[in-house]
T-cell receptor
Framework: GAGVSQSPSNKVTEKGKDVELRCDPI?????LYWYRQRLGQGLEFLIY????????KSGLPSDRFSAERTGESVSTLTIQRTQQEDSAVYLC?????????????FGEGSWLTVV | KQEVTQIPAALSVPEGENLVLNCSFT??????LQWFRQDPGKGLTSLLL?????REQTSGRLNASLDKSSGRSTLYIAASQPGDSATYLC????????????FGAGTQVVVTP
């Protein structure tokens, strides 16, 4: 596809369940990011992958959150034992090699509601 | 810690007027600054990217300026149209936080016909 693709687009889950969110970056983009946006709030950085380097996980809010990336392709964000405060839109973004300061392209997000 | 502030939080103008959106940041050691547009229920669309060595970028009716020394960027949208209604976000990437964009809370713009 031409853009960053995220799935599912909407997810309603019960408190305590685990969820997986998927991101397909733009082909050839070596950098991949996850951000979170709670209702009425700004974007929060979660995690950043750059090529084969160790990811920057400094934004993950708790050990219930984890993310993986297979090479320079798909990434999965996993939230274990979901809580109501995890309800938010989770945005994935990708860009070419960040060393050249390229534009970052966002997907349309995965809307998570924990009930 | 970098803090990004956008003023005003909301703005309503009649069609045809020029829009001026402000973004300020506390740490001038930035790598770049990017302006995004967010439509309701949608992701972010990048509008303009200004590298730290640049003073401005232009694309069509959009012009963004950057003054690192004063920690400010301004987004100008000329001859606004109803289709410009959206939330506009600025984000900075500092040199010691590679890959982490620090976002402002955004300016919600409504352009009335």
């Amino acid at each position: 596809g031409a853009g960053v693709s995220q799935s599912p687009s909407n997810k309603v889950t019960e408190k305590g369940k685990d969820v997986e969110l998927r991101c397909d970056p733009i082909s050839g983009h070596t950098a991949l990011y996850w951000y979170r946006q709670r209702l009425g709030q700004g974007l929060e950085f979660l995690i950043y992958f750059q090529g084969n380097s160790a990811p920057d996980k400094s934004g993950l809010p708790s050990d219930r959150f984890s993310a993986e990336r297979t090479g320079e392709s798909v990434s999965t964000l996993t939230i274990q034992r979901t809580q109501q405060e995890d309800s938010a839109v989770y945005l994935c973004a990708s860009s070419p090699d960040r060393s050249s300061g390229n534009t970052i392209y966002f997907g349309e997000g995965s809307w998570l509601t924990v009930v | 810690k970098q803090e990004v502030t956008q003023i005003p939080a909301a703005l309503s103008v009649p069609e045809g007027e020029n829009l001026v959106l402000n973004c300020s940041f506390t740490d001038s050691a930035i790598y770049n600054l990017q302006w995004f547009r967010q439509d309701p229920g949608k992701g972010l669309t990048s509008l303009l990217l200004i590298q730290s060595s640049q003073r401005e970028q232009t694309s069509g009716r959009l012009n963004a300026s950057l003054d690192k020394s004063s920690g400010r960027s301004t987004l100008y949208i000329a001859a606004s149209q109803p289709g410009d209604s959206a939330t506009y976000l600025c984000a900075v990437e500092t040199t010691d936080s590679w890959g982490k964009l620090q976002f402002g809370a955004g300016t919600q713009v409504v352009v009335t016909p």
